[in-house]
C-alpha cells in the first residue's frame, strides 16, 4: 500500500504562503510528500527564496494533477492510497491538515497558524484556463471529434475564416474549443449524437456541429436547444431541405420559437421581433443556416441557384408572443404542454407588411389580410403556396375581442382568398401568368388561393403599437414542395 | 490566445474546430460514352416544371430523326431528388437520361 501525500499551491496565494513552510519542513523530513505548484517555473522559484523554502516546488506540467484533483482553493493537500484519493483538505484548516498528514505518518507542523483560514481559487478554477481544461479533457474522452483548423499566429481568425469558405458573408465567432465546451453545456445531449442528416451532400449534423456552428453564428449558449430543434426539423424529409437550397426561389428557413423558454432563451416576440437588435432572434436562423451552409455543403451561387434570394436567408428567426394572445401559441396548436417550447421551421420568403388602421371587426379586419394573402407568389397562381400570417397585437385584439380563435381565422381567411377564375386565368387582362384555360369551365368559379386552411400558418408576435400584421409567402408547399415542421425544443435542452 | 497560464503550452496560432461535415468527396466517374452513329435508349426525364414537356417534346424529336428510340419519365415533383427506384428504372432500361430544366 502506497501512501502519499501531493500538496497543490500558487505563489500568489497568501494561504500558500503560510503553509508551504511546514510542507517544506515535512517534505525534508522525509514524509512521503509531493509540492506541486500551479504557478510558471520562475514565479514558482521567486516564492521559494521569499520563503526560504529548502527546495523550490516542482510546477505541475499543463495542469495536469490539479486539473485531475480539481480542487476549489489551495493549498489544496490530498491524500493518495495507491494513486486513488482517501481525503483532502483545501485552504488552511490547521487540526485537519495535520491529521491527514498523520494519515501518511507525516507530522505537519503548523504552530502559530491560525485554526481556519479559507484558500486561494485554485488557477483550475480561473474562467480561461478552467475553459482551456474544459476542452481538453473533451477532446480526450472523445466528445469533441472535428478536425482541428489551425490558424496561424500571424492570420487573422475572421480573415481567415472568410477565406476558406466557412462564414455566409458576415464575421463569425472564431469556433475555438473552449466555446463549444462550453455551448455544448447548453444541452444534455451527447456531442456525438445525431440530430438529423443536413441537404444537398447529407452531412451528418451531430451535436457537436451544431454548436461549433452556433458558436461561429453567435448563439447565446441557452438557444442551443432551438438551435437543435430547428436543425433536426429542417432536416426532415417532409421540408425538402434539397429542394430549398437548390431552388432558384428565394426561400430560405423560418424559425418561430414559441412557448414559455423563447422568453426565458433572450428571444424577441414584441417590437422589431423581425428586426436588428435581438441576439438569440439574428443568431438561430443564423446557425441554422450555417449549418445547411457548413454541413449540408449548400453554399450560394453553387448549389444555392437562388435568383435573388433575400436578406431573411442569413437568417429569419423570432419568437410568439405568448402574454395577452388571442390564441393558444403554435406550441398548443402542435400538441405540447403550456409548459413546453418548440419551434416551427418553415420555408419563407421575406416579410412584408399589410397595413389595415381601419377595421375594428374581424370579418373586416379578415379582407384586408386576404387581399394580402393572394398575392403570395402571384395573385394569380393558386394552391402551390403556403403562407405565414404574423398577426400584431393590435390586429389580434380585433379577432381576440370577437373571440375568433387561430382555426376559425384560418377558415375565414381561406374562405376570403377565393377569386373568381376569369380573373386568375392566362391571359385575363393581358397577363401571361394564370391558371391554364381547359381548368376553367366557369369563370365565376371560385378558386381557392391555398390548398387548405391550415395552410395559412398564423403566429401572433409584434410591438403593441401599430395596426399592422405581416406576409411570408412559401416556397413551392406541401407535398409536392416543403411542408411546416414543428419540433420540440425539449428533448434538446 | 493570450492566456497568461504558462504552465499550459499553447499551440502557435489560434485552433479552432471544423464545423464542416468533413466529408471526403467521392470521385465519380463519367459513365462510358455512347457511341455515336449507334442507335440508343434515352430516357427524357421531365422534372415537373412548366414548359419542360415542351423542351423534352422538341427533344424527342430530334432524337428520333436521328434513330433513337426514347422513354418518356417523370419526377414526382421538381422540389425533390428524383426517387431511388426511378432512378434505378431508367439505369436499367435505357442507355442514357436528359433531364429536362424548365421555366
Known amino acids: 500500500m502506497a501512501l502519499e501525500l501531493l500538496a497543490l499551491v500558487k505563489h500568489d496565494c497568501p494561504v500558500c504562503d503560510q503553509v508551504l513552510p511546514a510542507l517544506d519542513a515535512a517534505r525534508a523530513g522525509g514524509a512521503p510528500l509531493r509540492i506541486l505548484s500551479q504557478s510558471d517555473p520562475g514565479d514558482t522559484a521567486r516564492q521559494a527564496e521569499r520563503l526560504g523554502l529548502g527546495e523550490v516546488p516542482t510546477v505541475d506540467q499543463e495542469l495536469r494533477e490539479s486539473a485531475r484533483l480539481d480542487p476549489g482553493a489551495v493549498p489544496a493537500l490530498v491524500l493518495l492510497v495507491d494513486g486513488h484519493e482517501r481525503g483532502r483538505v483545501e485552504g488552511l484548516d490547521r487540526d485537519a491538515l495535520g491529521e491527514l498528514a498523520r494519515g501518511a505518518g507525516a507530522e505537519l507542523v503548523l504552530d502559530g497558524l491560525p485554526a481556519h483560514r479559507p484558500g486561494c481559487a485554485s488557477r483550475t478554477r480561473d474562467p480561461e484556463v478552467a475553459a482551456v481544461l474544459a476542452a481538453r479533457a473533451a477532446r480526450a474522452a472523445g466528445r469533441l471529434r472535428s478536425r482541428t483548423l489551425l490558424v496561424g499566429s500571424l492570420e487573422d481568425p475572421f480573415e481567415a475564416l472568410h477565406e476558406r469558405g466557412l462564414t455566409d458573408g458576415l464575421p463569425v465567432v472564431p469556433p475555438t474549443p473552449e466555446r463549444v465546451v462550453a455551448m455544448l453545456e447548453h444541452t444534455s445531449r451527447g456531442p456525438q449524437e445525431l440530430v438529423g442528416v443536413m441537404p444537398p451532400y447529407d452531412g451528418g449534423a451531430t451535436v457537436e456541429k451544431v454548436a461549433v456552428n452556433a458558436v461561429m453564428a453567435g448563439c447565446p449558449g441557452p438557444t442551443l436547444p432551438f438551435v437543435l430543434a430547428a436543425v433536426q426539423a429542417a432536416c426532415r424529409p417532409e421540408f425538402a431541405l434539397h429542394g430549398l437550397v437548390a431552388t432558384t426561389h428565394p426561400a430560405g428557413p423560418t424559425v418561430i420559437a414559441s412557448g414559455p423558454l423563447a422568453d426565458a432563451a433572450g428571444f424577441n416576440a414584441a417590437g422589431n421581433c423581425l428586426g436588428q437588435g435581438n441576439r438569440a432572434n439574428l443568431t438561430v436562423g443564423r446557425a441554422l443556416q450555417l449549418v445547411v451552409r457548413n454541413v449540408g455543403g449548400g453554399r450560394p451561387g453553387a448549389e444555392d441557384r437562388a435568383a435573388h434570394g433575400q436578406p431573411g436567408k442569413v437568417g429569419s428567426c423570432f419568437a410568439e408572443l405568448i402574454d395577452g394572445a388571442p390564441w393558444p401559441s403554435l406550441a398548443r396548436a402542435h400538441g405540447l404542454a403550456a409548459t413546453e417550447t418548440g419551434v416551427l421551421v418553415m420555408a419563407t420568403e421575406a416579410p412584408r407588411l399589410v397595413v389595415d388602421q381601419l377595421a375594428r371587426e374581424p370579418e373586416a379586419l379578415c379582407v384586408s389580410l386576404a387581399e394580402a394573402l393572394e398575392a403570395v407568389a402571384h395573385p394569380r397562381l393558386r394552391l402551390a403556396f403556403d403562407a405565414l400570417l404574423v398577426v400584431g397585437p393590435e390586429h389580434g385584439r380585433v379577432f381576440g375581442r370577437a373571440g375568433w380563435g387561430r382555426e376559425q381565422l384560418q377558415a375565414e381567411l381561406f374562405a376570403a382568398s377565393h377569386s373568381p377564375a376569369g380573373e386568375l386565368v392566362r391571359g385575363a387582362a393581358g397577363g401571361a401568368e394564370g391558371l391554364e384555360a381547359r381548368w376553367v369551365t366557369d369563370p365565376a368559379m371560385p378558386v381557392a388561393k391555398f390548398a387548405g386552411p391550415e395552410r395559412i400558418q398564423i403566429a401572433y408576435a409584434g410591438g403593441d403599437a401599430g395596426l399592422f400584421s405581416m406576409v411570408f409567402g412559401s416556397w413551392a408547399a406541401g407535398e409536392i414542395g416543403s411542408a411546416p415542421v414543428f419540433a420540440s425544443v425539449e428533448p434538446w435542452r | ?103
Open chain 2, 1 to 103: 490566445m493570450a492566456l497568461s497560464a504558462p504552465t499550459l503550452t499553447l499551440p502557435e496560432g489560434l485552433e479552432l474546430l471544423d464545423p464542416t461535415g468533413e466529408r471526403s468527396v467521392a470521385e465519380r466517374q463519367l459513365a462510358p460514352r455512347l457511341a455515336l452513329g449507334v442507335p440508343a435508349r434515352i430516357a427524357l426525364l421531365d422534372i415537373r416544371k412548366p414548359r419542360g414537356d415542351v423542351f423534352l417534346d422538341q427533344l424527342q424529336r430530334e432524337l428520333a430523326a436521328r434513330g433513337h428510340s426514347t422513354v418518356r419519365e417523370q419526377k414526382p415533383t421538381f422540389t425533390k431528388p428524383a426517387p431511388d427506384d426511378l432512378r434505378a428504372e431508367i439505369a436499367e432500361r435505357c442507355d442514357a437520361v436528359i433531364e429536362a430544366l424548365a421555366d
